[in-house]
């Protein structure tokens, strides 16, 4: 993998100190709420100090990772406080823009701000103005269709030229660069004083100014002020027009002196006028209602949920008594989906959502016998699905965990399935890829986060709808979703805005009746360290499991309800499940009772597992019958396994063979006189045979003789090591953690350093020193020359400066081109040298 192009990340060398006074104003309390809401920041190496905390919340990858998880107003609020400068900006000045000064409006923006201030995007002061995140102005490099910032494009600018502004505006020229900047800015965001100005321009101002596009740039070959209904104006009088909005920063050019002049979003903002609000809207759309009731609700998700779990509890079974097979590239294709349909009667979907949440819950392996899962807190971006690595196909079979998953009662099993729902990378029941091919079941899919994102959108949608009532419409449901988590993406396919995702809900039973049912509530508020309420809910709404059947003289098995792992498995292994729900019927075949005695069970144990789930004294007698007539024929012919086959014409020499105490090991059997079984394979016997001095030849299958040559071992490439999994910490880790730093005052001044130990466990590729000269390049701003390795297995050489960090990548920009930022993969990194004047290069 190439280091690839970005945009230039934010500077976060040093942490604003309002960011870090904010943070040191906060309680515990509301410390600990912004850790648990940003836990990436805390992860090992947890911070040391508020500074680096600070550091950490402004990471570009935390921080846009964090808009992912925001309603609309939200975004909308970050987006117009962008618009309104990188400095602090007066509330009053923002509710202003967003047409939000008072009523139901004001308390909208304010719940926003609370919300971004949560997130540690936006932060206040005591006066109240707001402070916008650095990293914001990454996402919105052109807010509200507004050009660069003034203090953008005057960065390169000298205060020579500052003054020179200053001076056409008659306004004072203040000692600091940093003063006349921000002087020059509130002259022309004010649209009172832009208005008095524009009024002295000469002709044409305007419309060069109104004739910018989007981001700021404007087109030379027109300056007609047809958006004001003025008369176009001549070439020299647009010449003229352009120099006098250069003289006052109306119209900046290019610092570089070759790119087109751009008009700073703050005066576009200005001309706008005060009336121009750009779109707030604190109101989610309401969808269309009907009454419901609390009990119709939980009667439909109980449905539901059982029905759930019983059919993956028949799927699984199926896959455990003929495991399908897997595809060459991994996953599951049609005929296997198909089988599997057929044989547990249930649809496609539902297949493929219960052989998902069973992979990722670690009920499922690959043939390559690799476990599905991941632990608790593991970053996804780590975790390899097992799919993916059965990439030679094989059998598809369960893991141990299965076996004591299987023996739970329903509500347990249903839990660990629905949990495992919620962190899926992907929709499952989603098939179709983007060239609107079929994807196979288990396949390994991009990830996507915001499958995720639209599932706790759901789950906070259907939560918030009035009580009492649901959404008449799935499509209501689904735009209320696009309002919660308007960056989740919506899949192509669709018949309307997360369709897919509302209706695996409610094949769960976590929405029912059109709003958030007991189970949903109880998964919303789902926390790894506290399963119990979950739980909880999932025994009050799913029936207990029986353990009783009612088998009767026709050769069927009737449980009433769910029935218990122990009675399922016992009946799954001597009988053919016909139908599950409410009722489920096995029936009892020659097959099914021979898989019973395959499995270990004798004829009188059988019986009488059967008889005492039944509650009989003995067994209906054609029953009875099936047993003792399937058992008398079962057995008759014997398969040996074996290692190889020993054979020869001299049976004094087999003999002689058989009876050698050196050849022990290899547990040799006679079968005939000519005939004897080995234990071990063909090429530990040879080898055997031939230590004692026996001269053996290898055959093959067809009789004919093998001949030994070297094998060639092919060249061995390097793989890339995985990098180790970012543990998440747990809720009382990160109380701790807010006390300490609350409690840690760092020296006035001082900067937090990049601490080594996040540098080794990211770039596991690097030595000691590499990772102390990366850590002093970051701390100090020093170049450095990086050796990368490409996803082709080649290494390539960079020498930057400018380095930020942003795990798992790292952001630099080449010494040779300032203007181009490069992204590196901290694990793809090779190695770490001095630049080449250090080295003599």
């Given amino acids: 993998m190439s280091p690839s192009r970005t945009t230039p990340p934010v500077e976060s060398a040093t942490a604003p100190p309002e960011l870090v006074g904010w943070l040191a104003e906060l309680d515990q309390d509301k410390l ?29 990858g935390s921080a846009t990772a964090v808009l992912r998880r925001l309603p609309v107003p939200c975004l909308q609020a970050a987006e117009a406080l962008c618009a309104l400068g990188d400095g602090p900006v007066p509330w009053s000045r923002l509710a202003q823009l967003l047409d939000a000064g008072a009523g139901e409006r004001s308390a909208g923006l304010d719940t926003a701000l609370t919300a971004l201030a949560g997130q540690g995007l936006v932060w206040r002061d005591g006066q109240d103005r707001l402070y916008p995140s650095p990293t914001l102005r990454q996402v919105w490099p052109v807010p509200l269709g507004l050009g660069a910032p003034l203090a953008e494009l005057l960065a390169e600018a000298g205060s020579a030229e500052l003054r020179e502004l200053l001076t056409a505006h008659r306004l ?118 009907y009454p419901v009731g609390e009990a119709e609700v939980a009667r439909e998700a109980a449905a539901a949920a059982t029905a759930f779990t019983t059919q993956a509890a028949a799927l699984l079974a199926a896959c455990a008594a003929n495991p399908p097979t897997l595809l060459k590239n991994g996953g599951l294709g049609p005929r296997e989906l198909g089988r599997l349909t057929r044989t547990a009667r249930c649809e496609e979907p539902l297949v493929r959502l219960v052989l998902e949440c069973a992979l990722a819950a670690g009920l499922l392996i690959s043939g390559g016998g690799r476990p599905g899962g991941r632990r608790e807190g593991q970053s996804a971006r780590t975790t390899k699905r097992a799919a993916d690595l059965a990439a030679e196909g094989g059998p598809l079979r369960l893991t141990a965990d299965y076996d004591g998953w299987r ?52 789950l906070t949608a259907a939560g918030r709808l009035p009580a009492g009532h649901g959404a008449a419409r799935a499509a209501g449901l689904g735009r209320l979703i696009a309002w919660h988590r308007p960056q989740a993406d919506q899949l192509p396919e669709q018949d309307w805005p997360f369709a897919a ?31 119990g309420a979950l739980r909880e809910a999932a025994r009050r709404l799913l029936p207990g499991a029986t353990d009783r059947a009612r088998i009767g003289a026709d050769l069927t098995a009737v449980v009433a309800g769910p ?37 270990g069970r004798s004829p009188q144990q059988l019986s009488a597992e059967l008889a005492a789930a039944a509650d009989l004294p003995a067994l209906p007698q054609p029953l009875a019958y099936l047993i003792a007539d399937t058992a008398r024929r079962h057995g008759r012919v014997k398969v040996l396994a074996s290692g190889c086959v020993l054979h020869g014409e001299d049976p004094a020499l087999l003999a002689e063979l058989a009876a050698h105490r050196g050849l022990a090991a290899l547990r040799l059997r006679r ?110 701003d020093q170049p450095v020359t990086i050796e990368y390795l490409t996803g082709h297995h080649t290494i390539t050489e960079h020498t930057v400066t400018t380095l930020t960090l942003d795990p798992p990548y790292l952001h630099a920009c080449h010494r040779t081109t300032p203007t181009t930022p490069i992204t590196f993969e901290l694990s793809h990194l090779y190695s770490v040298l001095p630049p080449p004047e250090a080295r003599g290069a």
Wanted: proline fraction near 13%; include cysteine.
């Fill in 32 to 60: 600990y709420r912004l850790l648990r809401a940003r836990p990436d920041t805390a992860a090992e190496p947890p911070p040391q100090s508020l500074g680096e905390l600070a550091e950490r919340l402004l990471r570009p």
């Fill in 172 to 289: 004072p020229v203040p000692v600091a660069r940093r003063d006349r900047l921000a002087a020059l800015a509130e002259r022309l965001s004010d649209p009172e004083q832009l208005a008095a100005l524009l009024a002295e321009a000469p002709p044409g101002v305007r419309a060069l100014l109104l004739e910018s596009t989007g981001d700021g740039e404007f087109g030379h070959s027109e300056f007609g002020d047809g958006q004001c209904g003025a008369p176009a104006v001549s070439a020299q009088q647009a010449g003229l027009a352009a120099q006098w909005a250069h003289e006052r920063g109306l119209l900046i050019p290019d610092q570089r002196g070759y790119g087109p002049s751009q008009v700073p979003g703050e005066v576009l903002l200005a001309l706008r006028g005060p009336h121009w609000h750009p779109p707030f809207d604190p109101v989610p759309p309401l969808p269309e209602l």
């Fill in 407 to 458: 023996l739970r009662p329903p509500a347990e099993q249903y839990a660990t399935l629905v949990v495992a729902w919620l962190t899926l990378p992907f929709t499952p029941t989603a098939v179709l890829d983007q060239q609107g091919r079929s994807w196979p079941a288990l396949v390994a899919r991009p990830a996507s986060p915001s499958c995720r994102h639209a599932r706790r959108g759901l």
């Fill in 563 to 599: 029935p218990t792992g122990r009675l399922a498995a016992l009946l799954d292994a001597a009988a053919e499940r016909e139908s599950h729900g409410t009722a489920s019927v096995w029936r009892f075949t020659a097959a099914g009772i021979r898989r019973a005695l395959d499995g």
């Fill in 501 to 531: 995702v509302i209706t695996e809900a409610e094949l769960l039973g976590v929405v029912a009746r059109g709003t958030l049912s007991p189970l949903g509530a109880a998964l919303s508020g789902y926390s790894p360290e506290q399963p």
């Fill in 671 to 780: 079968l005939a006189g000519t005939v004897l079984v080995s234990a071990a394979g063909p090429e530990q016997t040879l080898a055997a045979l031939r230590a004692e001095g026996y001269a053996p030849v290898a055959e093959g299958a067809d009789g004919l003789l093998l001949v030994d040559r070297p094998a060639t071992v092919p060249p061995q490439r390097g793989s890339t090591p995985a990098r180790p999994p970012r543990i998440l910490p747990t809720s009382s880790e990160l109380r701790r953690l807010a006390a300490h730093l609350l409690a840690t005052t760092p020296p006035p001044g001082a900067r937090p350093p990049v601490t080594e130990t996040e540098l080794a466990a990211e770039a596991p590729r690097l030595t000691r020193p590499e990772i102390t000269r990366l850590s002093r390049a970051l701390r100090l």
